[in-house]
């Protein structure tokens, strides 16, 4: 599990941010951010700086660009 601020977080993941890359995006049980990559790799992040709702809005960005997301 990665550590990160929300600022970190999206510049770690601009460049990958669209449906060829990520296939799913969710919140897990303890409220991390998980990414699901295209080639099987995932990655859990937990995003120190911000509430629910800032994650919320990240996730239905995310779906806004054709990647499965759930929160």
Known sequence: MKRCSLI?????????LDKDHIRKAHLDEQGHFVLHFQDGMKNVY???DCNIQQVTK???DLAARGISTTA
Do not use: G
């Open 8 to 16: 970190d977080f999206m510049e770690e993941m601009q460049p990958w």
């Open 58 to 60: 990240i996730l239905k």
């Open 46 to 48: 937990q995003i120190d």
